[in-house]
């Protein structure tokens, strides 16, 4: 069985580039690169990961291409492309040719203008995906699951996922509104959903394992086991835990599925979402 975690980064770390990095997470403004990671992944068991953008340039794809091409255990990469582009078709065409770049992201969490993801230039660079055979993760807060909803509903043959569970407030155990939001957006089938992310939205100092069994309940219930794929979101995680403790909390939640739903979450539902031939 191949274990593969979905949603992790690198980079060499700017103060500018990464202004997200903020003073509370000193800890991670530094370098972080696949050296660092590989034998994390062996020690965990894992055999693979994909690498999503933590910048928003098309440098950023030129790095971690390079990266992906060095390191076989990189699988896949999920890069960055301006959809309102007037040129977004040229550039989707250009990066067709790297086999290891799988999808796009864009930080949409960020953006003031809350229903971005629906601005008509935006929806055209995200219809055009599907012709060059890429996905799109979805970065949002719970406040634009509908919005998010809206999106997928327009491109049903599209393949998307959501980030990091939509990043509910754990930390205040917050549901109701995410999990209407969760319930609306898995019933488009298109749509998976990474279970990664979650230490960073609880207590970082001071979590526990049963903080997220609510929202692990809401998730598999909502998406099943055929359409989630773990995801370490290393080495932002570290704020708050260290790879073990992350890959042990959902472990421990799964270990009382089957063998098979245990397989499909830890490994075969991203190679087949990201379409990885291994």
């Not at 949409?108 to 012709?131: A, H, N, S, V």
């Not at 019933?187 to 960073?200: D, H, P, Q, R, Y």
Request: proline letters at 4%; charged letters at 25%; hydrophobic letters at 40%.
């Amino acid at each position: 069985m191949l274990q593969i975690d979905s949603h992790q980064h690198f980079w060499k770390y700017d103060p500018v580039e990464h202004d997200w990095i903020d003073d509370s997470m000193q800890l991670i403004r530094r370098d972080f690169l696949p050296a660092d990671l590989e034998p994390v992944l062996k020690a965990n068991g894992f055999d693979g990961c994909i690498t999503v953008q933590s910048s928003q340039s098309e440098q950023e794809n030129e790095f971690q291409l390079s990266n992906a091409e060095a390191h076989d255990f990189i699988k896949g990469v999920v890069g960055w492309v301006d959809m309102r582009a007037e040129n977004v078709e040229e550039r989707l065409a250009y990066y067709k040719q790297f086999k290891k770049l799988k999808g796009f992201r864009h930080v949409l969490q960020g953006e003031p203008q809350r229903d971005f993801m629906l601005r008509p230039d935006f929806l055209k660079g995200i219809g055009l995906l599907k012709k060059y055979g890429f996905t799109y993760d979805i970065l949002i807060f719970p406040d634009q699951l509908t919005y998010a909803a809206g999106l997928v509903s327009r491109f049903p043959d599209q393949s998307f996922v959501i980030d990091h569970i939509a990043k509910p407030g754990i930390k205040q155990k917050q549901l109701g509104d995410w999990e209407k939001g969760i319930k609306a957006i898995s019933a488009f089938e298109n749509v998976f959903c990474k279970v990664s992310g979650m230490v960073t939205e609880a207590h970082w100092a001071n979590w526990k394992a049963v903080d997220f069994d609510p929202y692990l309940d809401v998730v598999v219930n909502n998406f099943g086991t055929k359409r989630l794929m773990y995801g370490s979101d290393w080495p932002v995680c570290k704020v708050a835990a260290d790879y073990g403790d992350v890959v042990g909390l959902v472990k421990a939640y799964f270990s009382a599925f089957s063998k098979t739903e245990q397989q499909d979450f830890f490994g075969l539902n991203a190679l087949q979402f990201y379409n990885i031939n291994t």
